[in-house]
């Protein structure tokens, strides 16, 4: 799980919410991934994707049998399936999503006896430390959107006169 978190932060440094994930075979690291829909244009870009995908291409199966995938986010329904359709032995989750996670806080992909999968799952794994890097995250963002907003009214505040609406009224 620390390296999962240690991808959470690469995540974090090119301005993507901070998700992690590594995949592993044994005690063998195949691949890692960090989220980013942003910066690839791709709602896709989730972190267990990523790792899903690099692991994929370097052992060279889209199955990934004996495999288990640590991320420090409660996967999303998509990467739930994306798990199943990789034949993942087991999910290692952090923190829980009570917004999309599908591991059981909105939904529970991995409990449906009608998908044709056998993968366990074990949630809350350094759940404070995963969900902490999240909340930073967006308390940071919040903080910054605060202080853009500040300094847009300052601006306005600061041109009198000007017939051109400012940023924050356009907002
Ligand atoms: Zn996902």
Redo the contacts with the bound molecule.
């Keep these: 799980m620390a390296l999962a978190q240690a991808a959470a932060e690469e995540a974090r440094a090119a301005g993507e919410v901070p998700v992690g994930a590594v995949l592993v075979r044994g005690e063998e690291v195949i691949a890692t991934g960090f989220n980013h829909p942003i910066g690839g244009h791709d709602p896709s870009a ?1 972190a ?1 994707m990523a790792a899903l995908r690099a692991a994929a291409q370097a052992v060279e199966n889209y199955r990934l049998p004996g495999c288990e995938l640590y991320v420090t986010l409660e ?2 329904l ?2 739930a399936g994306a798990i199943m359709h990789a034949r993942i032995a087991r999910v290692v989750f952090g923190a829980r999503d009570p917004k999309t996670g599908a591991c059981g806080s909105v939904v529970d992909a991995f409990a449906n006896p009608q998908l044709n999968h056998h993968t366990t799952v074990i949630g809350g794994v350094l759940e404070n430390e995963c969900g902490a890097a999240l909340k930073s995250f967006f308390a940071e963002r919040r903080r910054a959107s605060r202080e853009a907003r500040a300094a847009a009214r300052a601006d306005v505040a600061g041109a009198p006169g000007s017939i051109e609406p400012g940023p924050a009224e356009s907002l």
């Design positions: 989730h267990e996967p999303c998509m990467c």
